[in-house]
Each structure stands twice: as structure tokens, then as C-alpha cells.
């Protein structure tokens, strides 16, 4: 079976599940009966895995224990069932992102790196026929439409990928947008590309959206979709003003394409590749790091793996949409992101979540003004601001915002704002020390 054969398989496979189900009680017994399956395949080739189901019922795999990033790599080796090492692994990752050549596999599976944002950084496999299943469900979840329409697809990221490429065909063409060079350099290429697709990190949406000639760069049906970086509301408003239209989202991580906007616009778990579960990280159950098991992969298979990633969850009502896959609000940002602040009553300290940060900073600044929060200490955040005059408001709403939550004010040093090094991710809010 050719590539692109097995994409459109894929492609038609992906479009079917979303609203194949009509109830969540038969989703779950297909995905149970889907892991067992995946489990079965993975085991032989696997020698993590094998020892760690030696002598365990594959209908307990739930009570297997959460593993997370550091203990995927701690245990490279044994854990892929591709017999690639780290070392290698890692070596042509690394020579990649030096020489920007992203074409190079080892022994045809494709090697990527993360970005390494919650402090440990990940290196991640795929085989060709994983690469095309990803292809295909991809396109299934971004276009919302048909392949028989012609496409062109500008990508702007920190780095390629034979994943991306796997896309390409007559009717789908892909162009690399490297967040490294200068963004003057891209927008040129761009006026004369004129994508019908343009996916982008929040920062280079905004960046474009606010050029004059925005609402006229994207050709119909014009498919604007944010991704790599949490999307907040305000660079929403921002982006949908200067392009004209509705800006989609593309949750994927080392782990998987995890998640993306229907047509009604609302951020649906893709249940058809993965199982979530969640591990609640506050008392009203509103917000939670979700616990991913992908039963497609099995070069590095995702067994009940904690993300750090904050997920608001949805409000459990049907999506108009017809799918039953789970929704969820949004995605919040980093455990990292997560501020810790002390009590007026006193005792231990509580959690800020980011939200509530950059919403005191979004009512305080001009529209469009950059800033940065980084809690340093305990009590002590430093805030960079492109505005220096806007101190006395920040300050109100950070005040309000304590008084709200019954908390401490925290000490509040003012820096100017300086934007991020070409390629690296953008962080409003973030926090500078461990979790107390």
C-alpha cells in the first residue's frame, strides 16, 4: 500500500470515528477492548512493558502505576520496541536542530525532540506507518472538510519533521515556516504562497494578524489554526480581528496529536486514538493533568502517561457537533505555570492558576501590549512590560485579584519586556521555583 493510499485510509477512518459513537458507554468498551489489543501487540517487542505486565491481567492495566516524561527517557532503551538507543536517538535529533535539516531517520523511523519546557526534555519515535496514521487523522480533524479540495498548507514552527512532509501529495502541498530565521523573511513567501491552511504558535498569529494586509493572506476556505502554544484569550481577539475569521486549535505533544477544534469550535479529546484519564489538581474538579494512553503507537508506546499540562475541563454538555468525544475548555498552560501564594489566614500555600493571572494583566494593559509574569519566589513576581506607564493598573488588578482570592500581595518587581529568542517558546505566565 502506497502513502498516500494508506493516509486517505486514515483520513476517511479518522472522519468516520468522530461521530461514529452515539453514546460514551460504547466509546469506552471499543477503547478498553482497543488497549487490551494495542497491549497484546506491544508486549512481545517491548521489554519495559513485558516486565512491567509479567504476571499482571491486561484488564488491570489501569492500575498500572502513572509514568511521565523523565521515566520514558530514564528508560529509552528499553521502552521503544524499534532497538534504537538514546544516545543515537538523541545524536540525530540534535544534529537536526543544528544543521535545520529534519530529514534524516534512523533506519526509517523519524526522530524529534522536544522543546523541553517543563525542564526535561523528550526525544520521540515514529515508524512510517505511524507517521501515516497521524497524517490522515491530522487532516481528518484540521481540514473539517474534503481532500478533493486543493490545499496549501504554511507551517510555522520551531522545527521540521518527516511527519509533516508525510502529508504532501498533488492535492495538499506543505511549506516549513522556520520560527528560527527572522520573521521578516517569511512574509514575502507568504503573499506569494497565499495558503488556504496557515498554522502558527499564538505569537506568529499575532505577529501577522496585525500586518494590513492580513484579512486578505489567507485563500478560501481560509483555515486558521493555533498551535504549540497555550492560545489566550486575548491573542484570540487579536488574531480573529486581523485575519477575518474563526482561529481553530491543534493540541499535540510529544506524547501525540492529542486534540482539535470541531466546526462548532469547541476542543475535543481525539477518543478515537487515545484514552484520558484525569488526575484532578484542584477540590472543584475543574481542572486536572491529563493521563494519556495512545493505542496507536507502538515504536514508543504512551501507557498511562501524565502530561504537566493544565486542562480546564469542559462542562460535560453535548457538542452540536454530533461527536461524543470529550470536550475540554481549554488548555491553561504548564504545571510550571501554576503559581503557589500564601493565605491571609495563614497555612500552607495555595494554588494561583494562570488564568487568573494573565486575566489581571489583560484588564490592566492596552490592548496588544506584551508582558511576561514570572513568579520568582513565594511572594515575589516580576513583571516585564513592553508598557512601563501601565504599572499603577497592573498593580489595582493584582491587588483586586489577591483580595478576591483571600491571599497575600505579593512583592511585584517591574522589568521592561523583552521578547523571546527566535524559535523559543512563549510563556506569559510561569513560575521560577520548585512547588512548595
Not at 35 to 59: E, I, M, Q
Not at 232 to 252: K, P, T
Not at 396 to 419: G, M, R
Amino acid at each position: 500500500m502506497t502513502d498516500r493510499l494508506s493516509i486517505a485510509l486514515h483520513y476517511v477512518k479518522a472522519r468516520r470515528n468522530f461521530t461514529r459513537w452515539k453514546s460514551r458507554e460504547r466509546l469506552e468498551a471499543w477503547q478498553e477492548r482497543e488497549v487490551r489489543k494495542h497491549l497484546r501487540r506491544v508486549l512481545p517487542t517491548s521489554d519495559f512493558f513485558r516486565n512491567l505486565f509479567a504476571g499482571r491481567d491486561l484488564k488491570k492495566w489501569r492500575e498500572v502505576a502513572v509514568t511521565t516524561k523523565a521515566e520514558l527517557m530514564g528508560a529509552f532503551d528499553a521502552w521503544n520496541t524499534a532497538g534504537i538507543t538514546l544516545a543515537e536517538a538523541s545524536a540525530l535529533a540534535e544534529a537536526s536542530e543544528r544543521s535545520r535539516d529534519f530529514s534524516p531517520t534512523i533506519r526509517g523511523f523519524t526522530v524529534g525532540l522536544s522543546s523541553g519546557t517543563s525542564g526535561s526534555r523528550g526525544v520521540f519515535l515514529a515508524s512510517p506507518a505511524e507517521r501515516q496514521c497521524w497524517a490522515g487523522t491530522l487532516l481528518a480533524r484540521a481540514l473539517q472538510g474534503t481532500l478533493r479540495r486543493r490545499h496549501r498548507a504554511a507551517l510555522f514552527l520551531r522545527a521540521d519533521s518527516p511527519l509533516y512532509q508525510t502529508v504532501g501529495s498533488r492535492r495538499f502541498s506543505f511549506s516549513f515556516f522556520d520560527l528560527f530565521s527572522p520573521f521578516e523573511e517569511h512574509w514575502p513567501r507568504l503573499q506569494t504562497m497565499r495558503p488556504t491552511i496557515l498554522a502558527a504558535p499564538p505569537s506568529a498569529l499575532v505577529r501577522l494578524a496585525v500586518l494590513p494586509d492580513a484579512h486578505e493572506l489567507l485563500a478560501p476556505p481560509g483555515i486558521l489554526l493555533s498551535v504549540a502554544d497555550v492560545l489566550d484569550e486575548a491573542d484570540r481577539v487579536v488574531i480573529e480581528h486581523g485575519f477575518g475569521c474563526r482561529v481553530g486549535q491543534l493540541y499535540q505533544a510529544t506524547e501525540g496529536f492529542l486534540a482539535a477544534t470541531c466546526p462548532e469550535g469547541r476542543l475535543h479529546w481525539n477518543e478515537d486514538t487515545v484514552v484520558v484519564e484525569k488526575q484532578w489538581i484542584d477540590e472543584a474538579r475543574t481542572r486536572y493533568h491529563p493521563i494519556i494512553t495512545d493505542f496507536r503507537r507502538t515504536t514508543q508506546p504512551i501507557l498511562r502517561f501524565r502530561l504537566d499540562d493544565v486542562i480546564v475541563a469542559g462542562d460535560g454538555t453535548a457538542c452540536p457537533c454530533g461527536s461524543v468525544f470529550e470536550t475540554l475548555e481549554k488548555i491553561e498552560g504548564r504545571q510550571d505555570d501554576v503559581f503557589y501564594v500564601m493565605p491571609l489566614d495563614g497555612g500552607k500555600p495555595v494554588m494561583m492558576f494562570p488564568d487568573f493571572v494573565r486575566r489581571a494583566l489583560i484588564l490592566a494593559l492596552p490592548p496588544g501590549v506584551e508582558y511576561t509574569v514570572t513568579q520568582t519566589a513565594l511572594e515575589s513576581w516580576k513583571i516585564e512590560m513592553a508598557d512601563q506607564t501601565s504599572q499603577p493598573s497592573v498593580i489595582k488588578e493584582i491587588e483586586a485579584l489577591c483580595k478576591d482570592l483571600q491571599v497575600c500581595l505579593p512583592s511585584l518587581v517591574f522589568a521592561p519586556w523583552t521578547p523571546p529568542h527566535s524559535g523559543e517558546k512563549r510563556r506569559r505566565v510561569r513560575r521560577a521555583f520548585a512547588a512548595p
